[in-house]
């Protein structure tokens, strides 16, 4: 195969973290692994270079020197739609919340061993993939709309704005309406790897999902909560 033939499609990678040790052995990984490796180290730069590259993913540094990983998630979110996963030294479970409300896709705390970040950057790139022409693509219910072609849920004809993650979500629990899905389950579908029973990130985005959709969030009647199971996504009548 032609050398820029392969390069064209090989899968563009973005690291912005200003550990050069780190991101050298995360590049050197990633591209042994077939990927298309870029690394910017100054967060001052984050935004620009996310939207000028438009890479089919980024791995965004928490704690960076000029702008922080959680504002440049914010600032990108609206312009960027590819799959944003954020690494931090920091256990602060609020640290993750936030990161999910900004946006992100994934939060991995660091250290992270090379087979895991790997296996959870494919269960991205995987997320954001078109659907296939035989899947079910359009889901109705009532004055909801969720289009999985389009990547885009409507309520009474107005689009609903829903992160990459927080619409992978919608998607999963709609299309398997009427069943309860388990946070396991729900965490290996989405996530590619096994959940470890404190991640916090399911239930994060069911309630920021919930309001967008309608249903309200102490009295939900379309996301339920099934108590020690996980969550019900309710058919229509």
């Not at 960076?64 to 996963?85: A, F, K, N």
């Not at 993939?129 to 072609?149: G, M, Q, R």
Request: glycine share 6%.
């Amino acid at each position: 195969m032609d050398d820029s033939l392969q390069t064209q499609e090989q899968e563009h990678v973005l690291i912005i973290e200003d550990d050069e040790r780190l991101a050298d052995l995360t590049r050197d990984y990633l591209e042994a692994n077939g990927f298309r490796v870029t690394v910017e180290a100054d967060g001052a730069r984050g935004v620009e270079r996310i939207l000028a590259l438009q890479p089919e993913l980024v791995i965004l540094d928490l704690m960076l020197p000029g702008e922080d990983g959680l504002s440049i998630c914010r600032r990108v979110r609206s312009e960027y739609p590819g799959p944003i996963m954020m690494l931090t030294a920091r256990t602060d479970d609020m640290d993750q919340v936030l990161g999910l409300e900004m946006g992100a896709d994934d939060y991995v705390p660091k250290p992270v061993q090379p087979r895991v970040l790997l296996a959870r950057m494919r269960a991205l790139l995987r997320r954001a993939e078109p659907a296939e022409a035989s899947e079910e693509t359009c889901l109705t219910f009532a004055d909801l709309v969720i289009d999985n072609t389009t990547r885009e849920a409507c309520m009474d004809g107005e689009r609903v704005d829903l992160t990459s993650a927080e619409f992978d979500l919608l998607w999963l629990l709609a299309s398997n309406a009427g069943r309860v899905l388990t946070r396991e389950e729900i965490f290996e579908r989405l996530r590619g790897i096994k959940y470890d029973g404190q991640d916090r990130s399911i239930d994060v985005r069911v309630s920021r999902i919930r309001p967008k959709i309608g249903d309200d969030p102490n009295q939900p009647h379309r996301i339920k909560t099934v108590r020690s199971k996980g969550y019900l996504f309710v058919r229509d009548g």
